[in-house]
């Protein structure tokens, strides 16, 4: 047994898995002296544990000894092995696994350290420090240019300095349809498609006289549907949305509808008010 493997059983299992998965992941391998396949598992962790140095802390549970923490975590026959990460159970296999398939489950659970500087680059940001997050992302970028959710962070960073072309270029150089297809991507792709159609600083007043002089000036529309998406007025911004497909679905190449679907994708796709507006949008199209 090393520093970083150790025996835990249920009067310090809080200690040693719960509390310390805050620090670095913890990986419970829960085991049975009369289970061959454990006795082939149990030194290839031992090992890697040695070998990772610390980055995980491998905890060894007697499952016929701690019955209660197997019941607890649902295990039903060993070797059942559990990654923990901040108290709660993240990634787990069952079974003797061969030492380059644990390896390569390890290396989804332990951060690379391109993962490490991502993580602390957030955390300078927390802080505010937007210039040292950066160079830390560009760091993390060149140690592992596959790791794509870097420039999600970072184009983050630029999109709330103004810089929008510069966050658009970082999306756009996404590959993993992963990556790009998620959520937190979608939303600030709409985020920055809204805020580079709001960017043109006219006034709501002289665009509300110019939509009451004349219905059809669908330009008016559409820059006060930007304009008050914008500032979190949402259903006003898509009335006119509606307005816009309502009279004229060709204009700016759809656009009505188009920023329509930003406008969902902004607000995360789903909601009363997504709900709400998809069923409007719906009945504009029929």
């Known amino acids: 047994m090393s520093a970083f493997d150790k025996d835990v059983g249920l009067a310090d299992f809080q ?5 310390a998965s805050f620090k670095q992941p913890v990986v419970v391998d829960f085991w049975a002296p009369w289970c061959g396949p454990c006795k082939s598992l149990k030194p290839i962790l ?4 040695e070998e990772f140095g610390g980055k995980f802390i491998l905890a060894k549970v007697n499952a016929d000894e701690n019955q209660e923490l197997s019941a607890q975590f649902g295990v039903r026959g060993v070797p059942a092995v559990k990654a923990v990460v901040k108290g709660k159970i993240v990634d787990e296999f069952s079974g003797a696994l061969p030492e380059n398939a644990v390896r390569e489950w390890l290396d989804r659970i332990v951060p690379s350290p391109a993962e490490e500087l991502r993580q602390q680059a957030q955390r300078l940001r927390g802080a505010g420090d937007d210039a040292g997050a950066l160079k830390l992302l560009g760091d993390a970028s060149k140690l592992d240019p596959g790791n794509e959710w ?3 962070d970072a184009a983050e960073i630029m999109f709330v300095k103004g ?6 270029r970082l999306l756009s150089s996404i590959r993993n349809e992963d990556v790009a297809k998620d959520a937190r991507t979608v939303q600030l792709l709409a985020q920055i498609k809204l805020a580079e159609m709001s960017a043109g600083g006219e006034n709501e007043g002289t665009l509300v006289a110019a939509i009451e002089g004349d219905a059809n ?3 008016s529309r559409l820059k006060l549907a930007n304009l008050m998406i914008a500032s979190g007025r949402y259903d006003e911004g898509m009335d006119q949305l509606l307005e816009i497909v309502r009279r004229d679905r060709s204009f700016q190449d759809d656009i009505g509808r188009k920023t329509l679907l930003d406008v969902f994708n902004l607000l995360g796709g789903q909601g009363e008010l997504v709900s709400k507006y998809r069923r409007l ?3 504009a199209l029929n």
């Not at 031992?46 to 544990?49: S, T, V, Y």
């Open 163 to 168: 810089e929008l072309e510069e966050a658009r």
């Open 281 to 283: 949008l719906s009945s």
């Open 217 to 219: 000036n669908l330009d």
């Open 150 to 152: 870097v420039r999600v």
């Open 15 to 19: 200690q040693e898995v719960i509390e």
């Open 46 to 49: 031992e090992k890697l544990a």
